[in-house]
Nanobody, 121 residues
Framework: QVQLVESGGGLVQAGGSLRLSCAAS????????MRWYRQAPGKQRELVAA???????NYPDSVKGRFTISRDNAKNTVYLEMNSLKPDDTAVYSC???????????????WGQGTQVTVSS
């Protein structure tokens, strides 16, 4: 089992910045890919950033250049630095982690509870 706990959401004005954190705990599994998703009311869930265990990153065009994902493998923690925030970035942000055994078998994907980010105009 893997528990993911997010923090860092809140209310910010357009153009401002926020930093989200997501810490994985309660597991002996290896956490490989970690991702941030967001979902706004009435919209589908959207991947906003992904990072491999080795540090390779991926972003959709909607956030590229504004959001930066990073991780601390020793702490099993992933971060999302969000700059130049827009009202369209308002959503619940959730982190996701893919867990594997120490010999490389996929265990499953786990989710945090989500944290609200609200960007006012």
């Amino acid at each position: 089992q893997v528990q993911l706990v997010e923090s860092g959401g809140g209310l910010v004005q357009a153009g401002g910045s926020l930093r989200l954190s997501c810490a994985a705990s309660g597991t002996t599994f290896s956490i490989n890919a970690m991702r941030w998703y967001r979902q706004a009311p009435g919209k589908q869930r959207e991947l906003v950033a992904a990072i491999s265990r080795g540090g390779s990153t991926n972003y959709p065009d909607s956030v590229k250049g504004r959001f930066t994902i990073s991780r601390d493998n020793a702490k099993n923690t992933v971060y999302l630095e969000m700059n130049s925030l827009k009202p369209d970035d308002t959503a619940v942000y959730s982190c996701n982690a893919a867990a594997y055994t120490n010999i490389g078998y996929y265990v499953g994907d786990y989710w945090g509870q989500g944290t609200q980010v609200t960007v006012s105009s």
